[in-house]
């Protein structure tokens, strides 16, 4: 097994990203259908914040502890495990989900300076600019070093790698 190339993560990623998309859709509808329609309660979107960050969680977390994979993992042949190769612990894949949400929270910023009517003030769009060159910085070590390990993967102690095609 060889650490993952980035094109390999990528496409996982955008796969897995379609997947949570299309359950925080489905969580957010049986929230307003619960909230709303059957008990009548006001919204908070504080709470809501945390109710998809946690289906978030559970998707890509009980995944991770059950065999290192995702559904975009799994078609493109990568794994996530700790570095002595053992499988990830549902602490370790709460801490790697927290740290890998902010940091694509961080990659995707920059496309809100793209959005035609959001009033963002000069230090907003400025602080986009500098989130968006320190992002693509810390992807630079991820290309340089050996072992292909991102942000969330030095904080967690894990690794993504390529496992050997089935026969």
Do not use: H
């Amino acid at each position: 097994m060889f650490p993952a190339p980035l094109w390999r993560r990528l496409i996982s990623a955008v796969y897995d990203g379609l997947l949570l998309l299309g359950l925080w859709m489905a969580a957010a509808l049986l929230d307003l259908i619960i909230r709303d329609a059957l008990l009548g309660l006001p919204r908070y979107w504080l709470w809501m914040q945390f109710y998809l960050f946690g289906v978030g969680l559970f998707f890509f977390a009980w995944f991770w502890v059950r065999g290192g994979q995702t559904l975009g993992m799994r078609a493109w042949r990568i794994q996530v495990r700790r570095i002595d190769g053992m499988p990830l612990k549902m602490p370790v894949a709460t801490v790697r989900y927290g740290v890998m949400l902010l940091t694509w929270a961080a990659t995707l910023a920059p496309l809100l300076l793209f959005l035609p009517n959001l009033p963002l003030g000069y230090q907003a769009r400025g602080g986009i600019v500098l989130v968006a060159l320190a992002t693509i910085m810390s992807a630079i070590p991820m290309l340089m070093q050996g072992r292909r390990r991102a942000i969330c993967d030095w904080v967690a102690g894990t690794e993504v790698v390529v496992l050997a095609a089935s026969k």
